[in-house]
């Protein structure tokens, strides 16, 4: 049974930087893609990042692109969002998500319900 464990979320100023972990337990990430997504109250879950089984492909949102970089270390068995000039905008609760290999970035990062396991999910406020 796959376990997905995120950390690094926090209180930052605008302009500031922090790094996600989304940690694996209990079976390798190897054979799945990730996600990241996020959710603030009130509106649906979106997708920011998403990366491949082999770190090969990467997709992100619009509203993210120069400032988020999605990455794997296969070896620690987690895979890293780091976010950097960070905005008002990007508050909310984010989530990492195991999808099957199949599904192209693009897809998992698009639809959420494709995900198979989700983490508890981690608080990121960015305000002054």
């Known amino acids: 049974q796959l376990q997905l464990v995120e950390s690094g979320g926090g209180l930052v100023q605008p302009g500031g930087s922090l790094r996600l972990s989304c940690a694996a337990s209990?079976?390798?990430?190897?054979?799945?893609?990730i996600g990241w997504f996020r959710q603030v109250p009130g509106k649906e879950r979106e997708g920011v990042s998403c990366?491949?089984?082999?770190?090969?492909?990467?997709n992100y949102a619009d509203s993210v692109k120069g400032r988020i970089t999605i990455s794997r270390d296969h070896a620690k068995n987690t895979v890293f969002l780091q976010m950097n000039n960070l905005e008002p905008e990007d508050t909310a609760v984010y989530y990492c998500?195991?999808?099957?290999?199949?599904?192209?970035?693009?897809?998992?990062?698009?639809?959420?319900?494709?995900?198979?396991?989700w983490g508890q999910g981690t608080q990121v406020t960015v305000s002054s």
């Open positions: 990366i491949n089984t082999n770190g090969a492909r990467t």
């Open positions: 998500a195991a999808v099957p290999p199949y599904v192209l970035v693009q897809a998992a990062c698009e639809t959420p319900g494709l995900a198979v396991y």
């Open positions: 209990g079976s390798t990430l190897d054979g799945y893609g």
